[in-house]
Every structure is written in C-alpha cells, then in structure tokens.
C-alpha cells in the first residue's frame, strides 16, 4: 500500500513530441479508431491486424473459437513464421529488402557480423535442412542452449520452416534445469555452442550439455557451433559441428505451411512449484500479435535500428528480438555480452557506432546504469535514438526520468511495457504518438486487449485501490497451455476466476485508468526481470545433505528489483558459518542457474510457521527487509522464532 501511495503522487506526465506525432505509424486518430474497435469488437480489430501484418498461405475460416480456457486464433489458417520473417522480404515490392541487414551482432570481444534478409534466409534454410537430415519431422522438439550469437535465431527460424518446435533454454541455467527441460520436452535433437563470451572470458556450455544429456535416451543429436575455440569433449555418434553440417546442406528449403494453431515453441518460466512450465505457444495468433504491437508501439520504420538487449532465452528475446521485428522487415541488433565490459560504456558506444534509433531494455540495466555514473553515456554521441522502452518489471518513477534525460535527451517517448512469457506479446503499454505516459505507469492496454483490475471477490476494483491484474478476453498470442500439463495451466491461470485470465500481478489503476503495475502476489519473485520461483530455490536448497528445512523470500534491491533471501535451518550436529553459508550459495547456482544465487543465507534453528505448519513467508518477508514485524501473528507456532530469527540478523 505505501508504493501505491507513493506512485500516486507522482503528477508529472509527458506529452508525444509535434515531431514524433508527425511521422508515427499510429497516430492519435488511428489509435482512437483501434481502441473503438477492439473495444466492440476484438475480433475485427485482430482479423484486421492479422491480414495487414501477416503472410497467410491460406486464409482462415473463423477469427476465434473460444471454449474456455482453450483459445483457437485464426482456425484454418495456414502460414509459415519464417516466411513471414524472411521470404517475403524477398519478394515483389520489398524484394530490394534482400540486401539490408536483418541482424547486426556483435560479440563481446567487438567482433561483428552482419546478415542480409538474403543471407539470413540461405542460413535458415540449410540449417532446416540439417534438422532434416537428422531426423527432425514436424512437431518435434529441439532444445537450444546457446549463446547470443546469429546461430541462434537462425535456429529458431529453421525450427519454424519445418513446423519442429524450439525450446530454448537460457544459456545461464545450470546442467541440471537444461535435462529438465530437455526431458519435459522430450527433445532429440539439442542445438548449443562449445560457449560464449561474458566478462571478457569464454562462458563454456558444452560441458553443461555433456553432462545434461548423460544417460538421456531421448537425445540423439547434439549440434555444437564453434565459438569460443576451446577444447570440447566428444562423443562421436551424437555430436555434430555445426559447421559440418552446414557445409553440405541445400539452400533450399521450401517452408511448411502449417496450420494457425501448429505448436511453435515451448519456454520454461518458473511457477509457484518447484517445477518450471512449459510456456506453449502457437503460430497465427502469436505472429499477428507480435508483429502488430511492435509495429505499432515501437513505431517500426524501414530505417531504423532496433535494439533489444534482451537474451533469446526470455520471452523478450523471442517476441522482439526475432519474431516481431524481423516480421516487420527491420534491423535487429544483437550483443552478445554484458554491458559493462570491457568498460561501463559499452552500450552507449554500441549505440553510437550502430546508430541505434529503437532501444528496449530492462529496469535492472537502467538502474545499474544510473550508479555506474552519467559520465558514461554522456561520452556518447546518443542522438540517433527516436524511442525507449522498459520490460520486465516495475520501473520506478526515478530510473524513469533518468532513462528519459540521460538517455532520451528529452526528446524519445518511453514505452514501458507490461506482459509475461505466458502472454506471447506485449499487453499494456503506451502507443508512442498517442499516450501521454507517465513515469511508473505501463499505462494502457493496447487495443483489442480486454485488462482489469479484480478485487478478490472477482468485481473491478474501485480506483485507486490495488487488487489482481487480470485480462476478461482471450488474445492471439496468449498461452495455449502448459506442455504436458492441462491440469496445472486451468489452475494457475483460470481458477480464480471465470473464464478469466489471472496474471500474478498486483496493480491498481489511476483516475485516468492508467494500469500500475506492482509486482508479482505469488511465490514467484522477479529477479533482474527474470522470474525465479521461491519453491525451486528451496528445493535447490534442501537437496543439499547438510539443510533440514528453508525458506525463501525475496527482498527489494536498489538494483536488482528484488533479492533472494533464504532462511535455512542446518541439520543437527552441522556448524552454521560463512563457508555453509558460500556452499549452499554455489549449490543453487549449480542447480538452477547463477541468477538464482541467494544473496543472502540466514541461519535459524526453526522457521516461524502457522499451527497448522504452513510457513509464514509473510513475516519472513517483513524480516528480510528489514521491517517491523505487523499484522497478525496469533497463528503463529512459536512466537520466539521471529525474536530469534531477528537476533541473527543483528548479530
Ligand atoms: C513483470 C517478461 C511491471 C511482471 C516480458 C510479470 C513487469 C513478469 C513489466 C513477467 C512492466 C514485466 N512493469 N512489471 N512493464 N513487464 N513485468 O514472463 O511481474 O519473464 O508478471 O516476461 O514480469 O515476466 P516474464
């Protein structure tokens, strides 16, 4: 309640620029229309989108088959995601397209390459032909756990040409949430890199894969590109080079025309279990609304650069790193390391030197950005940026206005949009010509997309009260399931409430109707943008010989948006001190992956639980932060293990 006060009082709001109203894709009047329409009829206005934006083979016969919670978009269509991404901007009126850069990469060492529409399309279709060739048939799936580097979207356009569904795995998990996924996904076929490079060093990955794939039957081939140059172990009759491969596939591959609904990719995000789900998604509806929002709200031009700094292993990096930018026949730029090396200017140098005109990044990153010191960008020249966008996770007001100033000059409108991997695409967010935007607000729902703010009981909220951000109709790029587990998707996303979507988010909604987005309400805790769930982490930590019981909360950070706390208690007879307290640090790391590394472990004998043994993550969360313990405790078990639970943390 006290962030919702505090955003309340922020007044001041940003009005789109003259310059920027004059030559946007959307403006005011389009805008106004849209809205109408996808108020009245959501239909329409996606049916519109969805012929306007996308290449379909074969037109579909019905907008929307609609039997809760199962969505079917655009039901019998036919289309092909890469065609859509590569072909037709090879062809008629766009032909000349081949020869302009699809993506620009630059890798950490400052090593470039740069891909034509043309050349993007060669790399695609022999690399779809080398899935053939091992094997690969429509509706499979193939696991990718790569670095940021051009193999990887010509992976995930190859998957695509062929109807084989990617499931990328984000480079920085560990060995063991790679076999996971790969046995959730029961894939055969695992594309990755001997490494990458981050922080000036080789990252190497085929070690974790060796040791992911170990005694796996479902894995029969693993293709390996060289990155790095270090020396890998080999296992003949299941690795392959990549560029072995390569050398003897056709370039030609004609694109399977699949149907709307022809599962395009799964992606592991954390729930409130110990088990991460499989994000399904699927073709038609996905493309057109991904396609359309980043026209629209990045206001995609045929000149501009568009930079996302997002990894390929996010939902982000799917949508608006390959998918809706390439669709939309423009330059997608892509880094391959951390923004700080090998100086804190590195961003702000590639935007100068690539001319960047479209930057979208993460609250986390701004931050960092604003302790690293205004001299960095300022050494800059930053003028060739027109728009900003923010994703991931609350933006406070101030990182806001730096990102506005420092980085904007003033002059770029910010888009901080709000969506989840679940979602496909974007949801609420400013239309740059069109919302006046507010620092700390994602503002508005596009149009066609029908969100609210629920009370418990399941009615709107009454503004400015806070209560569950929810969204009352189906959308295209919405989950279509939970790989394997129809059970878990109807109760964690259409239980609460009828026939309605339930977010996880908290957010109230202002005067203006503008949406303030507060955060995740479950057990999922968002780290640096990425969602890591309280019960991996504990389970992480309890398969650990030496730990009896956890638990784990998260605390806010002035950097990150939230750290994780782990409340553990040891078994008898072991000593509790700093070097437990480092084991069981890199012990979550090597079980999940290094962005789940507690920042901090504290020691208690007992944790503070509720007579009937539910642990009270609510006190824990209050202690962690550093706050007073309010609220009701009279349930509580022990009332000494709050005073001791305290007593650790002064001492
Ligand atoms: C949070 C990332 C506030 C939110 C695209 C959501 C945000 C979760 C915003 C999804 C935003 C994302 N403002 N919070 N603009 N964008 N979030 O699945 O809690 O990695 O539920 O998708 O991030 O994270 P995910």
């Not at 894709?25 to 389009?30: A, I, L, S």
């Not at 966008?389 to 888009?415: F, K, L």
């Not at 006046?436 to 508005?444: D, F, M, R, Y």
């Amino acid at each position: 309640m006290a962030d919702i006060e505090s955003l309340l009082k922020e007044k001041r709001s940003f009005k789109p620029s003259a310059e920027f109203v004059k030559n946007a894709n959307w403006n005011k009047r389009t805008v106004d229309e849209y809205r109408k329409l996808g108020a009245k009829n959501p239909e329409r206005f996606w049916a519109k989108m969805a012929k306007e934006n996308v290449s379909w083979f074969t037109p579909w016969k019905k907008v929307l088959q609609w039997k809760p919670p199962a969505a079917k978009w655009f039901v019998g269509g036919k289309l092909n995601v890469s065609y859509n991404c590569l072909d037709r901007h090879l062809v008629g009126e766009n032909a000349w397209r081949r020869n302009k850069a699809a993506i620009i990469w630059e890798g950490e060492p400052g090593d470039t390459r740069v891909l034509t529409f043309g050349e993007l399309h060669r790399e695609v279709c022999k690399f779809a032909n080398v899935l053939k060739g091992l094997g690969v048939k429509k509706g499979n799936r193939i696991a990718l756990y790569m670095p940021m580097i051009p193999e990887l979207a010509i992976a995930t356009l190859a998957c695509t040409r062929i109807g084989a569904i990617h499931s990328v795995v984000f480079g920085g998990f560990s060995a063991e949430a790679l076999r996971d996924r790969i046995e959730d996904a029961g894939a055969h076929v695992v594309v990755t890199a001997d490494g990458g490079y981050r922080k000036g060093v080789p990252h190497a990955l085929k070690p974790a894969v060796d040791e992911a794939v170990a005694g796996l039957d479902v894995v029969e081939h693993v293709v390996v590109v060289k990155r790095t140059g270090e020396e890998v172990a080999w296992e003949s009759a299941r690795d392959h080079w990549w560029h072995d491969l390569m050398q003897e596939a056709s370039a030609k591959c004609a694109p399977a025309k699949l149907d709307s609904e022809h599962p395009l990719f799964i992606l592991y995000t954390s729930g409130t279990t110990g088990k991460p789900k499989g994000i399904l998604h699927t073709t038609g509806g996905y493309l057109t609304h991904v396609t359309t929002t980043a026209k629209a709200l990045f206001d995609l031009n045929e000149t501009d650069t568009y930079w996302c700094t997002a990894d390929i292993g996010w939902i982000t990096g799917h949508s608006y790193v390959i998918y809706g930018i390439l669709a939309n026949g423009v330059t997608s730029l892509m880094y391959e390391g951390v923004p700080t090396h090998p100086a804190p200017d590195r961003f702000w140098d590639i935007i100068e030197r690539h001319r960047v005109s479209i930057f979208y990044t993460a609250p986390t990153a701004i931050r960092t950005f604003v302790r690293l010191g205004d001299e960095h960008p300022q050494k800059h020249d930053l003028s060739s940026l027109r728009l900003l966008g923010s994703v991931g996770e609350p933006i406070n007001p101030e990182a806001w206005m730096w990102y506005h100033r420092i980085i904007g000059g003033r002059r770029c409108p910010i888009v901080d949009t709000w969506w989840q991997t679940e979602t496909g695409g974007i949801m609420i967010t400013p239309l740059p010509a069109a919302t006046e935007t507010k620092p700390g607000s994602a503002t508005l729902p596009f149009p066609g997309i029908d969100a609210d703010v629920y009370t418990e009981e399941g009615v709107p909220a009454n503004p400015p009260d806070g209560g569950f951000l929810v969204i009352k109709k189906p959308w295209p790029g919405m989950l279509r399931g939970i790989w394997g587990d129809p059970e878990r998707f109807k109760e964690t996303y259409w239980s609460k409430y009828e026939n309605t979507y339930f977010a996880g988010d908290g957010a109230h909604r202002d005067s203006k109707g503008y949406f303030w987005i507060m955060g995740r309400i479950d057990d999922v805790m968002n780290i640096s943008g990425h969602r890591i769930g309280t019960m991996e982490v504990e389970s992480a930590l309890v398969s650990n010989v030496k730990v009896a019981e956890s638990a784990v909360v998260g605390r806010p950070d002035e950097i990150t948006g939230t750290a994780i706390v782990a409340f553990v208690t040891p078994k008898g007879g072991v000593t509790s001190n700093d070097d437990l307290a480092r084991e069981l640090r890199e012990h979550v790391a090597k079980h999940i992956g290094a962005i789940a590394r507690p920042a901090d472990i504290r020691f208690t004998d007992a944790l503070p639980k509720t007579r009937s043994g539910k642990i009270m993550r609510r006190l824990l969360r209050d202690i962690a932060s550093g706050k007073e313990t309010v609220g009701d405790t009279s349930t509580l078990e022990d009332y000494s293990v709050i005073a001791r639970l305290r007593e650790a943390d002064e001492g």
